[in-house]
Structures are given as C-alpha cells and as structure tokens.
C-alpha cells in the first residue's frame, strides 16, 4: 500500500498534490499546522477529497512519532515562507518581538528548518519513503541570497540523507487562481515566460522549458508522477521534466 505524507499540504501546490494523490487511491495524510486558522476548512476539504488530516506540531519528536507511526512511502514537502508573510508576521509583533518574529519566519527557519526536520523524521520512521521536495530553479553550490542558500542546504541535506529522493526546481509557480495575489511572483512570470518565448524561437528549447512559469496544478501533476517514477528516484529535475511528466 502506498502512503503519502504531505507537509506544506494547505499551499497552492500542496492541496492540488493532496487531491491527486487521494484519487490515484494512495492513503494521503494532509499536514495542516495546529494553529492554522483555516483548519477546519482545510480538513472539510481534504477529507472530502478522500485524505486524511494531521495537526502534528512542527516539533522534532512529534513530527518523528508521527511518521514512525504511519511508515509512508512518500514524504512531500511543498512548504516555504515569503517576505510578504515575514513583513505580516513581524507587523503583528511589538518591535521588541519584531526581530525574533523574523527570524523564526525566515528562510532558514522554514525553507531550510522545516524540511530538515521532516527528512530527519522520514529517516527515523525507518519506512524509507522517497522524499519529494519542492525546491527552486537557480539553486547551486555557493549562492548567497538567503533563499536559495536555505534550499541548497535542504537539498545537500536529504542527498546526504540516506533516502531515496525527487528534487524539483520549478521556475515560478503562479496562475490565476492562486489565493493570495502576489503581483510581483505574476510580473516574473511574466516577463520569464516572455524570455522563454524568444528563447524557443532563437532553438533554446531546454533553456525556455526549464524557465517557463506553472500553475500549481501543472506543477502538481508532475510531483506525484515522478514520485512514482522509478527513473527520477534520486534526480534532480526542473520544469521542462515536470511538464513532460
Ligand atoms: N511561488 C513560486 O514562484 C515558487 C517558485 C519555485 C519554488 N517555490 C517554492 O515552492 C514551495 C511551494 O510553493 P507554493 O507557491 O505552493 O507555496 P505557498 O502557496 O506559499 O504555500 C506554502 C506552504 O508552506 C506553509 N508554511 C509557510 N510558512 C509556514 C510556517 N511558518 N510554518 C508552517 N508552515 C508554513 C504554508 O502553510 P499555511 O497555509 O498554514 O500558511 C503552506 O502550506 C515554496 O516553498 C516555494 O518557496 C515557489
């Protein structure tokens, strides 16, 4: 029996991951964070979906007995903060707080923090699951912009790890039914997409492939295909793979 863990399960491409992991028949776990103020909505959804909820806090030991207990055979980790999201936590806290707030809500803290934690918790459950994690194009060795360098680090981790794995490193994830507007994840896209235009008409048919913007759904469909797909374990892939997927 297949079992999927989702963690980043309430974003634009998690919930998409969710939904087509529960019709294809895997037992689908959807990680909601406790304090999510949409829990309910979310669990009315993904359970009508077919998957199952999870609250389990982000806390080592708990995220570990979690997984021990359920022994999946995919681990997703779809999740990341955004400087909008930093900006609206710090806004919430007094400036004494403000600095601590940020950095609990940085790049390093979830981007890098939360995956490492969920492959460290993946690999004590001892269920070998393959680990599929959603990073992004333009991560490398030595980059220095803090997003980046927090998913280099991710990724360097679960290739060191032990488990099988499925790295993806899509351009922009954006399309018009995201929730949240985003003008300036819409404007990159824009103009990347326009950039892999010229690029396909000058014959640069990877590069335009690899750049070109996804919708969540486009981008769902290729995670769970190449996560059952015995010739990307261990592969790192980018868009134009997704898309073929
Ligand atoms: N957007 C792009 O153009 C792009 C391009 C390449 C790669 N990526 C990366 O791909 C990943 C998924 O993208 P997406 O657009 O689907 O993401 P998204 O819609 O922003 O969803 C992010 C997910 O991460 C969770 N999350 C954020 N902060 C958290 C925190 N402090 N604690 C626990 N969970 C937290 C969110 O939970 P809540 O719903 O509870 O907040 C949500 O489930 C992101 O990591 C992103 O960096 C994005």
Same mark, same amino acid.
């Given at each position: %029996? #297949?079992?999927? +863990?989702?963690?980043? /399960?309430?974003?634009?491409?998690?919930?998409?991951?969710?939904?087509?992991?529960? /019709?294809?028949?895997?037992?689908?776990?959807? !990680?909601?964070?406790?304090?999510?103020?949409?829990?309910?909505?979310?669990?009315?959804?993904?359970?009508? @979906?077919?998957?199952?909820?999870?609250?389990?806090?982000?806390? =080592? /030991?708990?995220?570990? $007995?979690?997984?021990?207990?359920? #022994?999946?055979? !995919?681990?997703?980790?779809?999740?990341?903060?955004?400087?909008?999201?930093?900006?609206?936590?710090?806004? !919430?806290? &007094?400036?004494?707080?403000?600095?601590?707030? @940020?950095? &609990?809500?940085?790049?390093?803290?979830? =981007?890098?923090?939360?995956?490492? %934690?969920?492959?460290? *918790?993946?690999?004590?459950?001892?269920? #070998?699951?393959?680990?599929?994690?959603?990073?992004?194009?333009?991560?490398?060795? !030595?980059?220095?912009?803090?997003?980046?360098?927090?998913?280099?680090?991710?990724? &360097? %981790?679960?290739?060191?790890?032990?488990?099988?794995?499925?790295? /993806? $490193?899509?351009?922009?994830?954006?399309?018009?039914?995201?929730?949240?507007?985003?003008?300036?994840?819409?404007?990159?896209?824009?103009?990347?997409?326009?950039? *892999?235009?010229?690029?396909?008409?000058?014959?640069?048919?990877?590069?335009?492939?690899?750049?070109?913007? %996804?919708?969540?759904?486009?981008?769902?469909?290729?995670?769970?295909?190449?996560? +059952?797909?015995?010739?990307?374990?261990?592969?790192?892939?980018?868009?134009?793979?997704?898309?073929?997927?």
């Amino acid at each position: %029996m #297949q079992i999927a +863990f989702v963690a980043g /399960a309430t974003g634009y491409t998690g919930r998409e991951v969710v939904r087509l992991l529960a /019709a294809r028949g895997v037992r689908t776990v959807a !990680h909601v964070r406790p304090d999510s103020a949409r829990a309910d909505e979310w669990r009315r959804r993904f359970e009508s @979906e077919g998957a199952a909820v999870d609250t389990t806090p982000w806390v =080592d /030991a708990e995220i570990t $007995r979690t997984l021990s207990g359920l #022994q999946p055979t !995919h681990v997703f980790s779809l999740l990341g903060t955004t400087r909008a999201r930093r900006r609206e936590s710090a806004s !919430h806290s &007094s400036s004494k707080s403000r600095e601590s707030s @940020e950095s &609990s809500e940085s790049y390093e803290a979830i =981007d890098y923090g939360l995956t490492a %934690m969920l492959i460290r *918790a993946a690999v004590a459950s001892g269920s #070998q699951p393959r680990f599929v994690y959603l990073s992004a194009l333009g991560v490398r060795e !030595h980059v220095t912009n803090p997003y980046l360098l927090a998913r280099w680090r991710a990724e &360097s %981790m679960l290739r060191a790890s032990g488990l099988p794995f499925t790295i /993806a $490193r899509p351009s922009f994830i954006t399309g018009p039914d995201r929730d949240e507007s985003r003008p300036l994840e819409r404007v990159g896209a824009t103009i990347v997409d326009a950039a *892999a235009g010229v690029a396909r008409l000058f014959g640069a048919q990877r590069l335009a492939g690899s750049v070109r913007s %996804m919708t969540g759904s486009e981008l769902a469909v290729g995670l769970v295909r190449l996560a +059952f797909d015995a010739a990307a374990e261990n592969a790192t892939v980018g868009a134009d793979e997704l898309r073929a997927a």
